[in-house]
């Protein structure tokens, strides 16, 4: 575990770390494409042998720091058959992975690998190291992180001894807790994370104020030095640095991920607004007529109530998946800031009611 640690600072050391808009939180280039998998995650995990036989597993991602750096990446795994815990980690060329973790029945394993494959289906593919002796065949591990961003899949792969190519054994698919295929993403409309800058899905409370954190490890970093971050988060608001990176991010779902190509048919459906006006130019007459048939233009106040709703609504799935996560006191905290922030608004009524079962 040491070696890792040292290798995701020497890539920080030798350049090669992705570095947030603000200088600090860098990600190292290796785990980028990670990134967007830290979090909680849900699904059902299907043997190959009967896949009728399947069973419930949650996964929960998070960062491991090193003075103040995300050096790797921390797993809990709820009802997996192959591990309950594990930490990934680089080595110094930037290549090579490794997963460290402990199986169900508490034996320490290792896989080791690389990330590849084509544009569109990349993988991290580990194969166990040392354990069962040689004899016995082969065991692999295949992580994929769909390119939608809100699934993956965690594959155990076999090679018998003598066999010449690997069988599924058990695949493992997941979808992040609080999105769906058909709505899309939201990770684009959440706040940052004050250690990352990723999409923050828990909040963390220092000196009467409130801030956004993305994981338990970003959690336990902020507890070990609280005045960094509340200062990283003071220069951040007097930049407003929070607007720019959400813009990426909605582009970058939109770019990975083909299924939400309709998003565009509103503004094609706008360009054909001319056409109305342009029906009484043959009538010179009717000239003074056409500016009633002008389009209205869009009210600010009507743009504003959208975005409130959309906030709201969007607040509380979030107190909810909370809630469902047995994490009564961070739900609490999303229905409190509905019923401050939108008080006559359908989400208000429904957050209030859940703050009062709560407190029952």
């Known amino acids: 575990m040491r070696m890792g640690i040292v290798a995701g600072l020497s890539l920080l050391a030798s350049g090669t770390a992705a570095v947030g808009a603000d200088g600090e939180g860098q990600i190292p280039a290796p785990f980028v494409p990670f990134e967007h998998m830290i979090g909680s995650w849900k699904g059902q995990g299907i043997p190959a042998a009967n896949r009728l036989r399947g069973w419930p597993e949650k996964h929960l991602w998070a960062w491991k720091f ?7 990446m921390s797993l809990a795994l709820e009802g997996n058959k192959t591990l309950s815990k594990a930490e990934l980690t680089c080595d110094a060329d930037g290549q090579h992975y490794r997963l460290q973790g402990t199986t169900p029945e508490g034996q320490a394993v290792t896989y080791a690998g690389t990330y590849g494959g084509t544009s569109a289906s990349k993988m991290l593919t580990l194969e166990r190291v040392g354990g069962a002796p040689a004899a016995e065949g082969k065991e692999r591990l295949v992580i994929w992180p769909n390119s939608n961003r809100i699934r993956y899949i965690l594959r155990l792969d076999r090679r018998e001894a003598g066999a010449p190519q690997f069988k599924q054994v058990i695949e493992v698919g997941l979808t992040k807790e609080g999105e769906s295929f058909a709505a899309g ?3 684009a409309d959440l706040p940052k994370c004050v250690i990352t800058g990723g999409a923050a899905t828990m909040t963390i409370s220092y000196q009467g104020k409130t801030f956004p954190i993305c994981c338990s490890g970003c959690r336990d970093e902020f507890n070990d030095n609280p005045e960094k971050y509340v200062k990283k988060a003071a220069l951040r608001a007097e930049q407003g ?9 909605t582009s970058a779902l939109r770019k990975d991920d083909g299924a939400f190509g309709g998003i565009e048919e509103e503004p094609a459906a706008k360009k ?14 009717a000239e003074p007529a056409e500016p009633a ?8 106040d009507d743009d504003a109530k959208e975005k409130a709703s959309a906030r709201a609504a969007q607040l509380l799935r979030l107190g909810q998946n909370l809630e469902k996560a047995r994490k ?33």
């Open 66 to 72: 090193a003075k103040g750096i995300p050096v790797g």
């Open 185 to 187: 993403s939201s990770a």
């Open 241 to 249: 640095g929070s607007k720019t990176p959400v813009k990426a991010a």
């Open 272 to 285: 054909e607004m001319p056409r109305k006006t342009a029906r009484p130019l043959p009538k010179a007459k």
């Open 293 to 300: 048939d002008e389009p209205a233009p869009p009210k600010a």
């Open 328 to 360: 009564a006191a961070a739900a609490v905290k999303y229905y409190q800031q509905i019923v401050k922030d939108y008080p006559n608004s359908p989400e208000a009524k429904t957050a209030a009611a859940r703050i009062k079962a709560l407190g029952d």
